[in-house]
């Protein structure tokens, strides 16, 4: 089992800037793909941004050169630097761990909101 417990969000002006965290704790090792998605209100969940125990990131347009994801691979974190916030990029943000090798599950936390007004 692995448990994914999240912070950092909040209410921003538009043209903010906010960091969310995200702690893994459990039955993390070998390789896996971290991320964070967002759900909007009345939307379905969506992609942001993910990073591979290796290093490799990925995106969406929505948010490239505003979002930057990293992680401490010693410390179980990844994060979510997001810049020139706009009132779009509101809604709850999840953090993401999938295993990845066959058979490898996919966990999800509770969510922290993030509410950028115009």
């Known amino acids: 089992q692995v448990q994914l417990v999240e912070s950092g969000g909040g209410l921003v002006q538009a043209g903010g800037s906010l960091r969310l965290s995200c702690a893994a704790s459990g039955s993390v090792f070998g390789p896996d793909v971290m991320g964070w998605y967002r759900q909007a209100s009345g939307k379905q969940r969506e992609l942001v941004a993910t990073?591979?125990?290796?290093?490799?990131?990925n995106d969406v347009d929505a948010v490239k050169g505003r979002f930057t994801i990293s992680r401490d691979s010693a410390k179980k974190m990844v994060f979510l630097q997001m810049n020139s916030l706009k009132p779009e990029d509101t809604g709850v943000y999840y953090c993401n761990y999938r295993q990845s090798w066959p058979g490898g599950r996919d966990y999800w936390g509770q969510g922290t909101q993030v509410t950028v007004s115009s």
């Open positions: 990073i591979t125990s290796g290093g490799r990131t």
